[in-house]
Structure formats: structure tokens, C-alpha cells
């Protein structure tokens, strides 16, 4: 089982940044895919950005140029940092991942518990 636990989340005026964290910890050989989706109120989750374990990156275009995801692979975590916010992007953000509980096992998807996000205009 992998535990996901994310921090950073807050209060910030529009225009201002935030930092999001999420540290996987468990039963992890390997992960491969790490990511951050979003819920608003009233909306379905989104994928807001997500970077394989090569580096490779996607992002959303509503948060492109805006939004930066990164990873450390020897610590199982991913960050991702939220500049020049608007109010649309306030939600409840989850961290995602997909991981090997050995080199030959299935790909597991878990789900962290979620950190609100608001941005007042």
C-alpha cells in the first residue's frame, strides 16, 4: 500500500504563488507516473499536470507557463509550484501516482487525501 501526503496548500491573493508537496511513502519499488489533479466545487477532477519518472512533463493548458511540476525520485516526492494564481485555480488538489510494489508487479494508482487551495480576487 503507498501512502500519498501532500502539504502546501492555503489562502493567497490572485497573482500570488503557492507551493504543493506530496511524499509517497509504502510499499514502492519504482514510480512511474506522478501528477497533480484538481477539484473545484461543482466540477469533475482535472488533470492539472503530471511528469513521468524520465522527467517528462504535461501540463493542462489553463495553468501552462504558469505551473511547474518537478520531482525527486530518492525521495518519492512531487512538487508543484503555482505562480501568478487566479481565482479559477482555487480547488482541492490531489497528488496522484502509478507504482511497482516490486520490479514485476502491476502498476498501482493511489490517491492522496487532498489539499484546498483558494485564491481570493
Known amino acids: 500500500q503507498v501512502q500519498l501526503v501532500e502539504s502546501g496548500g492555503g489562502l493567497v491573493q490572485a497573482g500570488g504563488s503557492l507551493r504543493l508537496s506530496c511524499a509517497a511513502s509504502g510499499s514502492i519499488f519504482s514510480i512511474n507516473v506522478m501528477a497533480w489533479y484538481r477539484q473545484a466545487p461543482g466540477k469533475l477532477r482535472e488533470s492539472v499536470a503530471m511528469?513521468?519518472?524520465?522527467?517528462?512533463?504535461n501540463y493542462a493548458d489553463s495553468v501552462k507557463g504558469r505551473f511547474t511540476i518537478s520531482r525527486d525520485n530518492a525521495k518519492n516526492t512531487v512538487n508543484l509550484q503555482m505562480n501568478s494564481l487566479k481565482p479559477e485555480d482555487a480547488a482541492v488538489y490531489y497528488c496522484?501516482?502509478?507504482?511497482?510494489?516490486?520490479?514485476?508487479?502491476?502498476?498501482?494508482?493511489?490517491w492522496g487525501q487532498g489539499t484546498q487551495v483558494t485564491v481570493s480576487a
Open positions: 496522484y501516482t502509478t507504482s511497482r510494489r516490486t520490479s514485476s508487479s502491476a502498476l498501482i494508482p493511489s
Open positions: 511528469i513521468t519518472s524520465g522527467g517528462s512533463t
